[in-house]
């Protein structure tokens, strides 16, 4: 009897391991929100040069027209996760939308500033002139931190909101006195004759940040995943340090630019490798540069009502990075 249901044994237990290789499926990618951000593109050379995959897991980038666009598709769901501003990290939490930055991806070093006619000198300059800013947006936090360093404030000039992709055209047509922007439009406003750079973002370092976000739900089931793509962007990184002309021509591509402007616009941003995301997330619960930068970035934003309340800091930051 024993040796008869043998086989039938054998079958049953095939049956049930086959129904459970059936019910295995591959792992979705990683679902990355990118914009058109000189800064972020390592992300895209990591994944054109094959980092990810040799790291062990699967990256789909998806490009938006605008940041708008992708922290819409990231609230919505569409994608696990984003590349934002410090300030754009601090409202969507407010917004009740749960997001902590893993990655450092780059900090403004002189790659935002305020561009003015030459017949203005300085900041003190400024005072009575028609400022072209975006109320609320990284531009508006640097005006605002560059009139407090010469003791002044948004008081002393007329704010004019405008779009983004606004501001230097009013510029040029003279319904502002100064714009305030960032990259690529100081490098190519850099060398005119009829206006000059006033001031710069290396005025305060490890203010206005830029990173990869997810939701910590998506950290917490997907960490080692994350840490491998981490991995693969900081190969990306090591690819710099050994040929800039290369990874920066590709980035001209992505960018639609040319090597000269993405090389002048680099001098001004801090690339976030593995040093500077310790420098900025922290280590071992010990808070880093961040989250100063957050709570200064958090009280501007409140000052304006643009967000409920200043959030705590440690709730921004998840440094996966220091565990590998």
């Known amino acids: 009897m024993f040796i008869c249901r043998l086989p039938a044994l054998l079958i049953i237990l095939l049956v049930l391991l086959l129904a459970g290789c ?17 800064g972020l593109e390592f992300l ?15 990256v789909e980038l998806v490009r938006f027209s605008s940041l708008a666009d992708e922290q819409r598709a990231y609230e919505n769901g569409h ?4 590349y934002v501003s410090l300030d754009q990290l601090v409202i969507m939490n407010d917004r009740g939308i749960p997001a902590q930055m893993v990655l450092v991806g780059d900090i403004s070093k ?31 936090f640097t005006l605002v931190s560059a ?23 009013a ?3 003279g319904q502002v006195d100064v714009a305030v922007t960032w990259e690529p439009e100081l490098a190519r406003n850099a060398h005119r004759q009829d206006a000059h750079i006033i001031f710069t973002s290396a005025s305060f370092p490890d203010l206005i940040i830029d990173g990869v976000v997810f939701p910590p739900a998506i950290i917490k089931k997907r960490t080692k995943e994350i840490q491998s793509m981490i991995k693969g962007w900081n190969r990306a990184l090591e690819d710099v340090k050994k040929n800039p002309d290369a990874v920066f021509a590709d980035i001209a591509k ?4 040319d090597l000269s402007l993405m090389t002048t616009i680099f001098k001004g941003i801090e690339i976030g490798d593995t040093v500077v995301n310790r420098r900025v997330l922290g280590v071992a619960g010990i808070p880093g540069t961040g989250a100063d930068a957050a709570r200064q970035v958090s009280e501007f934003l409140m000052r304006f009502k643009l967000i409920k309340a200043v959030p705590d800091s440690r709730n921004l930051f998840a440094p996966l990075t220091a565990s590998h």
Do not use: C
């Open 254 to 257: 992505y960018q639609k630019s």
């Open 79 to 82: 994608v696990d996760g984003a």
């Open 22 to 38: 059936g019910d295995s499926t591959p792992t979705a990618p990683l679902r990355m929100g990118i914009h058109f951000w000189p």
């Open 110 to 140: 002189g790659g935002d500033g305020i561009i003015t006619r030459p017949t203005r000198k300085s900041l003190a300059d400024l005072r009575g002139a028609r400022v072209g800013v975006t109320i609320g947006a990284t531009n508006h």
């Open 147 to 169: 009139l407090q360093m010469s003791g002044m404030s948004e008081r002393d000039v007329e704010i004019i909101n405008l779009p983004e992709d606004r501001i230097m055209v």
């Open 44 to 58: 895209q050379v990591a994944q054109d040069r094959g980092y990810f995959a040799q790291e062990g897991v699967k």
């Open 171 to 173: 510029f040029d047509n």
